[in-house]
């Protein structure tokens, strides 16, 4: 109880709170209310409910979202446009002397798989102010001369996951 009212003014606040809030309210609802507490009384009529036929369609759900999963694992998915980092990158990474400079939708990818480097930024929102990541999209779709602002900000060595970037002028 006394958690769910105070994440209730962090939820307010910040969207990612939204969801602990939400798994503990009715929790506090239910002790508030009591175990007498319905939405409607209850009737005395036998529950129209099949347990068994429940279990049956359960289990055919499970199933088929079980299979659907395997045949998407198994096509290849090229239109995504996606391809797996080659190990010989992530060696190349590991060896750069100073933290990543890399694009927003990468910063994630590289933490889960260089845990121990520092990337520049990353798709958590909440640890960067509004401007820099207004500033870093600009600089990114070419609005802004490449490195200008962001050098403004930090410096960085070495830098990026993609090809086409090369070291920064310092």
């Known amino acids: 109880m006394p958690l769910c009212s105070q994440l209730l003014p962090l939820a307010l606040r910040s969207a990612r709170h939204v969801g602990p809030w939400l798994l503990l309210a009715p929790v506090a609802a239910s002790r508030l209310l009591g175990p007498g507490f319905r939405w409607r009384p209850q009737s005395r009529q036998p529950s129209p409910d099949n347990p068994r036929f429940n279990a049956v369609i359960l289990g055919l759900l499970g199933g088929g979202t079980l299979l659907s999963i395997a045949i998407a694992w198994s096509l290849p998915m090229s239109h995504l446009g996606w391809l797996p980092l080659p190990s010989g990158a992530l060696v190349a990474l590991r060896a750069c002397p100073d933290a990543l400079y890399n694009h927003y939708n990468e910063g994630g990818y590289l933490i889960w798989l260089l845990p121990e480097r520092?990337?520049?930024?990353?798709?958590?929102?909440?640890?960067?102010?509004?401007?820099?990541?207004?500033e870093l999209e600009k600089v990114e779709s070419g609005q802004l001369p490449p490195w200008a602002a962001l050098l403004r900000v930090t410096v960085f060595g070495v830098h990026s996951s993609r090809p086409t970037h090369r070291r920064c002028p310092l």
């Open 118 to 134: 520092k990337v520049f930024v990353d798709s958590r929102q909440d640890p960067y102010p509004l401007s820099f990541l207004l």
